[in-house]
């Protein structure tokens, strides 16, 4: 392999379709935005995941919309996925809310049915009715899902679904965002499709994407001039770069099995040193794999296999650093299933390795390679 080369940790990977739906745009001067690229891009990805869609200008944008549809004000508590990055809890702050952790269970490294159902319980016990509960399936694959819904309803909390990860993946044969109350999804360049900046709000319940949609274009209500009765958003997706999502959607399902396909040859690369284990998909699950994730067991830190890696051009990261362990966050509750944090012990064993779909095989046997090396010193 090249000396001078670097591998990324994930890129985006263009079908070549990309062209056509943007010169379209500029063809027929949709370069404003929404547009008939936001609306096909908006009917196909709704076909795909069986479900109402809005397409947003970032997955952040549609948390901030979905906990604004249910209801969430200053005040308010949201229960959400210590194990996450942050723009899964900001939208919570914009609006004024108090976010409650969730620790990690081990198997899916997503959200403890057991630390929610000890979460929902104290809150019970206070007085307290949390409005929302904001889950995150992680690096692709789904939470436990059949467990925390029966809380939830017994609870009488709404599901967000953060899916950000996750576009492609399933559980027990349904696609992960269309679960819950609301879900989303984000295209930012690093996802497994991308529309540059991007995401999406879908629901299985029309009368909540129709509000979406709404309230991100500034609440504008139907008057023959500029009436606003309600506080709206700037939050709509371009329709230059829905054209970019169209064309990736064509190609979402060849890039979850290049995923999977990666996870594979790590797996089996990796499969006798007991140093190591390859996160896999949670059983009646189906992962696409976004990143593949290696924990380490004992020995040699993330941080060290990290900088050697990238003193060989490979780009690893960590996990997520955990929102509790956030400055941001040093007063929010953290409820855990056992005195060992998980999401904490992921965070401090785990592993990010390249997974672009747009990777060589040559270059995935020169990452096997070298991570093998720095395992055996």
């Given at each position: 392999?090249?000396?001078?080369?670097?591998?990324?940790?994930?890129?985006?990977h263009m079908s070549g379709n990309?062209?056509?739906?943007?010169?379209?745009?500029?063809?027929?001067?949709?370069?404003?935005?929404?547009?008939?690229?936001?609306?096909?891009?908006?009917?196909?990805?709704?076909?795909?995941?069986?479900?109402?869609?809005?397409?947003?200008?970032?997955?952040?944008?549609?948390?901030?919309?979905?906990?604004?549809?249910?209801?969430?004000?200053?005040?308010?508590?949201?229960?959400?996925?210590?194990?996450?990055?942050?723009?899964?809890?900001?939208?919570?702050?914009?609006?004024?809310?108090?976010?409650?952790?969730?620790?990690?269970?081990?198997?899916?490294?997503?959200?403890?049915?057991?630390?929610?159902?000890?979460?929902?319980?104290?809150?019970?016990?206070?007085?307290?009715?949390?409005?929302?509960?904001?889950?995150?399936?992680?690096?692709?694959?789904?939470?436990?899902?059949?467990?925390?819904?029966?809380?939830?309803?017994?609870?009488?909390?709404?599901?967000?679904?953060?899916?950000?990860?996750?576009?492609?993946?399933?559980?027990?044969?349904?696609?992960?965002?269309?679960?819950?109350?609301?879900?989303?999804?984000?295209?930012?360049?690093?996802?497994?499709?991308?529309?540059?900046?991007?995401?999406?709000?879908?629901?299985?319940?029309?009368?909540?994407?129709?509000?979406?949609?709404?309230?991100?274009?500034?609440?504008?209500?139907?008057?023959?001039?500029?009436?606003?009765?309600?506080?709206?958003?700037?939050?709509?997706?371009?329709?230059?770069?829905?054209?970019?999502?169209?064309?990736?959607?064509?190609?979402?399902?060849?890039?979850?099995?290049?995923?999977?396909?990666?996870?594979?040859?790590?797996?089996?690369?990796?499969?006798?040193?007991?140093q190591i284990e390859m996160k896999?998909?949670?059983?009646?699950?189906?992962?696409?794999?976004?990143?593949?994730?290696?924990?380490?067991?004992?020995?040699?830190?993330?941080?060290?296999?990290?900088?050697?890696?990238?003193?060989?051009?490979?780009?690893?990261?960590?996990?997520w650093n955990p929102m509790h362990?956030?400055?941001?966050?040093?007063?929010?509750?953290?409820?855990?299933?056992?005195?060992?944090?998980?999401?904490?012990?992921?965070?401090?064993?785990?592993?990010?390795?390249?997974?672009?779909?747009?990777?060589?095989?040559?270059?995935?046997?020169?990452?096997?390679?070298?991570?093998?090396?720095?395992?055996?010193?």
């Open positions: 392999m090249d000396d001078n080369k670097k591998i990324p940790l994930a890129i985006p990309e062209e056509i739906y943007i010169e379209r745009a500029f063809k027929q001067n949709w370069i404003a935005p929404l547009g008939p690229n936001v609306d096909l891009f908006e009917n196909r990805l709704g076909m795909y995941n069986q479900a109402h869609v809005a397409a947003t200008s970032s997955g952040t944008a549609a948390i901030h919309l979905a906990l604004t549809l249910l209801g969430v004000t200053e005040g308010d508590y949201v229960i959400c996925s210590t194990f996450t990055f942050a723009a899964s809890i900001n939208p919570a702050l914009y609006l004024g809310a108090h976010p409650i952790f969730i620790d990690s269970e081990a198997e899916t490294m997503n959200m403890s049915p057991e630390a929610l159902e000890l979460a929902l319980q104290d809150c019970q016990r206070k007085g307290i009715q949390p409005k929302a509960i904001i889950l995150v399936h992680l690096y692709g694959h789904s939470a436990k899902m059949d467990e925390i819904m029966a809380l939830a309803n017994y609870y009488q909390v709404p599901i967000i679904e953060d899916a950000a990860e996750s576009l492609g993946s399933e559980y027990k044969g349904q696609k992960l965002g269309t679960l819950g109350e609301i879900g989303i999804f984000s295209f930012n360049g690093n996802k497994i499709i991308t529309t540059s900046g991007g995401g999406a709000l879908v629901s299985k319940n029309k009368n909540y994407v129709e509000k979406a949609k709404f309230l991100a274009s500034q609440s504008k209500e139907n008057a023959p001039y500029y009436l606003h009765q309600e506080v709206g958003y700037n939050y709509r997706l371009s329709n230059v770069l829905a054209g970019i999502g169209i064309a990736q959607l064509e190609v979402l399902e060849e890039r979850i099995q290049k995923k999977r396909l990666i996870f594979e040859h790590y797996q089996q690369a990796f499969e006798n040193f007991p896999q998909e949670p059983q009646n699950t189906r992962s696409n794999y976004w990143l593949s994730i290696m924990l380490l067991n004992h020995g040699k830190s993330p941080q060290y296999i990290i900088e050697q890696l990238n003193e060989q051009g490979i780009e690893a990261r960590r996990l362990c956030q400055p941001l966050f040093q007063n929010a509750p953290i409820y855990t299933e056992s005195t060992e944090n998980i999401a904490e012990k992921l965070f401090n064993t785990g592993i990010c390795l390249p997974s672009g779909t747009n990777m060589s095989e040559e270059e995935l046997a020169y990452i096997e390679k070298q991570i093998s090396k720095i395992i055996e010193k």
